[in-house]
């Protein structure tokens, strides 16, 4: 559960994206606080994985997509008083498939940070040992790290890439489905990481499966395509939304997902 | 069920790729024999280390080999770093894909021009409106002008078929562009540029047409001293000038060893950049 001490870290506010005169998500807005999971739940086309985009302004990168409304990070808009390049350290994003640079382990989970800060080997090594063992993930390649990273399994280059954005310390992270392809042990071991996660950062989490909403989330924001717009249907704790959903699009979300 | 026209056809297909894949491969391999048969009876330490006399038919190639190992050096040091920017700029941080299309077209238009062209607009520009001279600088300077094209649509190649995972990835570790360009985009797409480089250089080394104008002469020149007005010997513009003294057997024989020689040349380029290549398309892999 949410501490009610815990304080408003991001907030987003009427946040509409459209590409040209297609609008892909309207007026959604919700809070996310310190030391919180909140995941954004829905069916494919309810623009979560967009909303997470333009959280770490990559969405800036597609010239047809138009955000309206505001996104603040700690009471400041990303869009006017972050640099983007801070900004995406700030708030670091998993994607949903693994994507692994060439080379070793050690070079993958530096690639990031290596160019923001500047670590002499034995620093290196004591962060890539961290951010390993935050993404349960030292223990099957402590004695390999200097292997390529293409031998590790599908599950094991997921947590990698967990490994690869906590390196960069950020305050935020975004997942996008980072289990939506993995198997049972890879999902419980990221949950895992997640919920040690929680007690120094606030994370948001994409995912379509409700019993993995229900294992790790405080809070649920649902979000529905109304003809081909996402929405936000409605917003609270998991216990709340599960037991008794006010809304007829949540309600028949649930009853799919049983 | 598969017709048995469809299998006929499919049959002659195949044979139809294999014979040109014989065709050429053959065409290749008997220029190659005829070349080391006629030129290697001529070939001899001597030969390699002297200078030449009596116009070419005695004496050794010594400075004609040198003279080709600058120009290839000097347009591998000009092209690299041109046809790098070039690429980068079409590929990057041009968004608009009409400048693309443009440049592309550009490009394509700059490959298409005779070498001839090339050498006569050289020795206009260069030599005479900006008094360069006849020199190694120009010669060079005309080659990788010339291999431009090649070298840049192979780099340009490269960063296209990258993964736009990996720079969406990068991007959103809080990577700058310049970070994401010597990172990702240069060490994998840097076989495919070697690649083009070696073809170019390769065209560029047996060239005698832009440089008979711009750089070399047939003879009186050794090791350059400056940068202007400082001509070189050449193999292309040797071979070019003995086989036209065929008549005498000995000039006739001098350029068969001179020709193979210079295919000796871009056999040893192509094998000095073959490490460096199957390095950096190790390296690119996941």
Redesign the interface.
């Known amino acids: 559960m949410t501490n009610l001490h815990s304080s408003k870290v991001l907030s987003v506010k009427n946040i509409s994206v459209s590409a040209g005169d297609e609008p892909i998500v309207k007026d959604v807005s919700f809070d996310l606080y310190s030391n919180e999971i909140l995941t954004l739940m829905g069916p494919s086309g309810s623009g979560k994985s967009t909303l997470l985009r333009v959280l770490?302004r990559?969405a800036d990168?597609e010239?047809k997509l138009n955000v309206t409304g505001d996104v603040t990070c700690c009471g400041k808009s990303i869009f006017e008083n972050y640099s983007i390049?801070?900004?995406?350290?700030k708030i670091?994003?998993v994607?949903q498939?693994p994507?692994?640079?060439?080379?070793s382990i050690m070079r993958n989970v530096l690639?990031?940070?290596r160019?923001?800060l500047k670590l002499d080997r034995k620093e290196a090594d004591g962060l890539a040992e961290e951010v390993l063992k935050k993404a349960h993930l030292w223990d099957e390649v402590k004695d390999r790290l200097n292997k390529s990273?293409?031998i590790l399994s599908l599950g094991q280059k997921q947590r990698l890439?967990f490994a690869?954005?906590l390196a960069?310390d950020p305050e935020i992270l975004l997942l996008d489905e980072p289990t939506s392809s993995l198997d049972p042990h890879s999902t419980h071991e990221i949950e895992e990481a997640l919920l040690e996660m929680k007690q120094t950062k606030s994370i948001i989490l994409v995912t379509h499966q409700l019993a993995q909403g229900r294992r790790v989330s405080d809070r649920i924001v649902f979000l529905s395509s109304k003809e081909g717009v996402g929405r936000l249907i409605e917003q609270g704790s998991v216990e709340d939304l599960v037991s008794c959903p006010k809304t007829k699009e949540l309600k028949r979300y649930l009853i799919s997902e049983v | 069920m598969v017709s048995s026209i469809r299998i006929w056809k499919n049959q002659l297909f195949i044979l139809l790729v294999y014979l040109s894949g014989f065709i050429t491969v053959s065409l290749l391999f008997l220029g190659f024999i005829l070349l080391l048969s006629k030129g290697f009876q001529s070939l001899s330490l001597e030969f390699l280390l002297s200078p030449m006399r009596e116009g070419g038919i005695s004496g050794g190639i010594f400075y004609q080999i040198l003279g080709t190992l600058i120009l290839a050096i000097t347009t591998l040091f000009i092209v690299f770093p041109l046809s790098m920017g070039f690429a980068l700029v079409k590929s990057i941080y041009i968004?608009k894909a009409f400048v693309k299309k443009t440049m592309e077209l550009f490009l394509y238009i700059l490959n298409g021009i005779p070498s001839v062209l090339f050498g006569i607009f050289g020795f206009f520009f260069f030599v005479k409106y900006l008094g360069w001279g006849k020199s190694w600088f120009t010669g060079g300077f005309l080659l990788a002008m010339m291999i431009l094209p090649t070298t840049t649509l192979a780099l340009s190649e490269g960063i296209n078929r990258i993964?736009s995972?990996?720079i969406?990835?990068?991007?959103?570790?809080?990577?700058?562009k310049t970070?994401i360009i010597f990172?990702?985009i240069l060490?994998?797409s840097f076989s495919s540029f070697l690649s083009g480089v070696l073809l170019g250089l390769a065209r560029a080394v047996g060239e005698t047409a832009p440089i008979m104008f711009t750089a070399t002469i047939f003879s009186g020149a050794t090791i350059p001293t400056g940068v202007k007005e400082s001509p070189i010997l050449s193999l292309p513009y040797h071979i070019f000038n003995l086989v036209q003294e065929s008549y005498h057997p000995q000039a006739l024989s001098n350029a068969w060893g001179s020709s193979l020689v210079l295919i000796m040349l871009v056999i040893l380029i192509s094998g000095i950049a073959l490490p460096f290549r199957l390095r950096a398309h190790e390296?690119?892999?996941?």
Do not use: D, T
């Open positions: 770490n990559l990168l010239s390049y801070f900004l995406r350290k670091g994003l994607f498939k994507c692994i640079f060439p080379g690639f990031g940070v160019h923001h990273a293409s890439c690869r954005v960069a | 968004q993964s995972e990996y969406e990835n990068g991007l959103a570790l809080g990577m700058r970070q990172s990702i060490p994998q390296e690119a892999k996941v």
